[in-house]
């Protein structure tokens, strides 16, 4: 088991860690050291939490992480792993393999209990369990385009319907991360023109997965509600957003808050927290 630490003084004074945390005191942002994430390839693909634990997935490495940054457990998986969701007490990774599996399930110390093949639905990015259902971003293509498929299934993997987001704005690929807060999906994606940061890179819908708003923040590398201690207001849903960097030739991984309204989502500010 590795135990690295990261995040920032700010979780400290929340919890009474005396790690060291490397934060941005100009930002609401947390880094992790350098060299904590050596064995992960590539980005952050996906992340979910809970109150007790952070899940970080990267192409080739899942991770179970406490909130003072140690690494509590880590599994290799296949490339490429994608997106992550709890639901009923399991955590499910989407999946690309040459085996067609969709989503891996594992326990929550990062056991796989099985592999499981999705009907229309060879490989997945974004996966979400939303109001009993999972929906999961299906196939799609490097070439621009506006409409990103999604596919819903039911509690017990049957398919039971599709749509697709079209907020107004050219991605590639499909939906790389899901999440839902305030009885919305958020959908985030990759934008054709990644060095325009006034882009729209996410959206959000309803369960019928009707576009109700867009935003320019960038949730692709992995969002999701933060735990209830984090929570500042009835009026927004804070959430946790994952980037990932590159110091010193090493991967780093960097954690921000965003809020959401149900009809606005915007970075959080210190002075919100």
């Given at each position: 088991m590795k135990r690295r630490t990261f995040l920032a003084s700010a979780l400290a004074a929340c919890f009474g860690s005396r790690a060291s945390f490397a934060r941005d005191l100009k930002k609401d942002e947390f880094r992790s050291a350098p060299g904590a994430f050596r064995d992960a390839s590539a980005h952050v693909q996906g992340i979910c939490c809970d109150d007790d634990a952070l899940y970080v997935v990267f192409e080739n490495y899942v991770y179970?992480?406490?909130?003072?940054?140690?690494?509590?457990?880590?599994?290799?998986?296949?490339?490429?792993?994608?997106?992550?969701?709890?639901?009923?007490?399991?955590?499910?990774?989407?999946?690309?393999?040459?085996?067609?599996?969709?989503?891996?399930?594992?326990?929550?110390e990062l056991t796989l209990l099985r592999k499981l093949k999705l009907e229309r639905c060879p490989g997945c990015d974004g996966v979400e369990f939303f109001n009993g259902r999972f929906y999961i971003g299906g196939p799609s293509t490097a070439e621009p385009h506006r409409k990103n498929l999604v596919l819903i299934y039911d509690a017990e993997f049957n398919f039971v319907g599709q749509g697709d987001v079209d907020f107004g704005g050219a991605t590639v690929y499909g939906p790389q991360s899901i999440t839902s807060a305030r009885d919305r999906l958020l959908f985030a994606f990759y934008p054709e023109k990644e060095d325009d940061p006034t882009t729209l890179r996410s959206a959000w819908t309803d369960a019928n997965l009707r576009t109700l708003g867009a935003s320019a923040l960038d949730g692709a590398n992995g969002w999701a509600v933060a735990p209830k201690r984090f929570q500042h207001t009835k009026e927004a849903t804070r959430l946790v957003v994952a980037r990932t960097e590159r110091i010193d030739d090493e991967t780093v991984l960097k954690l921000r808050f965003s809020d959401f309204d149900g009809g606005s989502l915007v970075e959080a500010t210190e002075n919100a927290r």
């Open positions: 179970k992480l406490d909130w003072n940054g140690d690494i509590l457990r880590s599994t290799p998986a296949p490339s490429h792993s994608g997106d992550a969701c709890l639901a009923n007490g399991r955590l499910y990774v989407s999946m690309t393999t040459q085996d067609g599996s969709a989503l891996y399930e594992y326990d929550s």
